[in-house]
């Protein structure tokens, strides 16, 4: 009896939602508008996501090949109370980008162009690091700030931050955005800057998955480094105790020694490996005087012993080729780079980095604690702060001279804690995820409402927290913006707007 009450309350809801479905593909098909449904070959291939403990199930994904595209297909979504997400990369961490009702990938956004008056990069949303950065060093010799992972697509990664290891020294990707194509949830064309819809400018960056479809972004470039030195010292540390000692020798270091001309990282693996590293962006013989005290100390914390040493002088984009580990060219189609994963974030305020009572906990716990059926593990704590850092010059969110939702200007570090299956291959033990989470609370109370950083989406956040901890005194604004320009609720993201 129960069965039957609860199939004669579910089949009016599949067939709503199959005429809600045949509206949607009937509207897109009479605008020409490209789509794949379930039934379409490579669908499979399509809605994969990079994370693969999740399994979207979108019922459309839209193709467009232009900004009118775009325009159509947003028009039939809203006349038709669709959910879209938006596709960029496809990197997201909780493969946000393929969780709506109608995904528009935006892969045929592939034009890169530069203007050598204004310095400014026009880029489509679609296109990935890796090619951007080959292609605006290919037409002058420039560079931006952003991420080492060539496959990571420019959207949310200019929208919602864009840390690398060049960020101290230029700001985050997002910093370096003068201006946006969009378009509206209404199915209107427009531009944001500071002086042309500078609220939904300000929302953009920093917060813009679920404000409205970016179709080009322009970019400030700058001269990209002739010189660049690639360096890592590798270390292992028998005991929590050495280890604890160590990264606080290495972070009170990065916070009062670094100049912004140094990207500086901290990263932590299985068996007490321990690895400083980063890109100095000048001369080899300042890096080498720079960096010797710290050598110093840190090989006093080793027990004497000096570490595995990694030093290389590099062209630009040698330096990035290095630091992706692989080549920088990624393919338009048929990206097929995979993980299966849980991560979290920390972002610590310059004047208060991690305690040594935080350190204890925290190495105590990755030095007898197991993680589920052979997963793996890592933590990059990557700087942002320190001496003179671009990042941390800009005003914060809550400033009315703000120009960008991105809440974190006070940064020491940021740390991205991160457990994988051992093949990087579901099955994905769900016991990875209270390992993750148990890093974070093994620091103790000071770590834990600490803010995060949105591009390492965590889906175990609820909304509410997700909003604090991500956009912190600025998501009355957001809501605000979001409500004037998407009333409609038509452009989603699941932990935005």
Not at 201 to 208: D, E, N, S, T, V
């Amino acid at each position: 009896m129960h069965s039957f009450r609860l199939l004669s309350f579910l089949l009016p809801l599949a067939a709503a939602y199959n005429v809600r479905r045949s509206a949607l593909t009937d509207c897109l098909n009479n605008a020409q508008v490209p789509i794949l449904l379930t039934s379409s070959p490579g669908w499979g291939a399509e809605v994969e996501p990079y994370n693969l403990r999740f399994t979207p199930a979108p019922a459309v994904v839209t193709i467009p090949r232009n900004k009118k595209d775009v325009q159509e297909a947003v028009k039939c979504a809203s006349k038709t109370g669709t959910r879209v997400t938006v596709k960029s990369g496809g990197h997201s961490y909780g493969a946000f980008g393929l969780v709506g009702t109608m995904v528009m990938d935006m892969m045929e956004f592939q034009d890169v162009t530069y203007d050598k008056n204004t310095q400014i990069a026009s880029v489509g949303t679609g296109v990935r690091l890796g090619n951007l950065a080959t292609k605006i060093f290919q037409l002058g010799q420039r560079g931006l700030p952003h991420g080492t992972c060539p496959g990571v697509g420019i959207g949310g990664h200019a929208t919602l931050g864009g840390f690398g290891l060049d960020s101290r020294m230029w700001g985050l990707t997002l910093d370096t955005v003068v201006s946006l194509d969009v378009v509206l949830a209404d199915g209107t064309a427009t531009t944001a800057s500071k002086t042309k819809n500078p609220d939904l400018y300000w929302a953009l960056r920093g917060a813009g998955p679920g404000f409205a479809v970016v179709t080009t972004f322009h970019l400030k470039t700058l001269p990209a480094p002739p010189v660049n030195i690639n360096y890592g010292y590798t270390y292992t540390f028998t005991t929590a105790d050495q280890a604890a000692k160590a990264y606080a020798i290495a972070q009170e270091w990065g916070q009062k020694k670094a100049p912004k001309e140094l990207g500086y990282g901290i990263l932590l693996f299985p068996k007490g490996s321990f690895f400083v590293r980063g890109v100095y962006y000048g001369e080899k013989a300042k890096f080498d005087a720079l960096i010797a005290p710290l050598l110093v100390l840190l090989k006093e914390a080793h027990g004497g012993k000096d570490p595995v040493t990694s030093v290389q002088t590099l062209g630009w984009i040698e330096s990035l080729t290095a630091l992706a580990g692989s080549s920088l060219t990624t393919p338009v189609k048929g990206y097929n780079l995979h993980d299966t994963f849980y991560a979290k974030s920390v972002v610590t305020h310059e004047s208060a980095p991690l305690s040594p009572k935080a350190l204890k906990g925290l190495f105590n716990y990755l030095y007898t604690t197991t993680p589920p059926g052979g997963a793996q593990w890592f933590i990059i704590s990557n700087l942002e702060g320190g001496p003179g850092s671009v990042i941390d010059s800009f005003p914060p969110n809550t400033d009315p001279h703000s120009t960008s939702s991105y809440a974190h200007r006070d940064t020491g570090y940021v740390l991205q804690l991160y457990g994988f299956t051992a093949n990087s291959k579901p099955p994905f033990n769900s016991g990875i995820i209270n390992f993750v989470k148990g890093m974070v609370d093994s620091m103790g109370p000071e770590a834990a409402n600490l803010p995060a950083y949105a591009p390492y989406a965590d889906p175990e956040l609820s909304v509410a927290d997700a909003h604090v901890r991500y956009w912190g005194g600025g998501v009355r604004r957001l809501m605000k913006i979001k409500k004037e320009v998407d009333p409609k609720g038509v452009l989603y993201n699941p932990q935005g707007f």
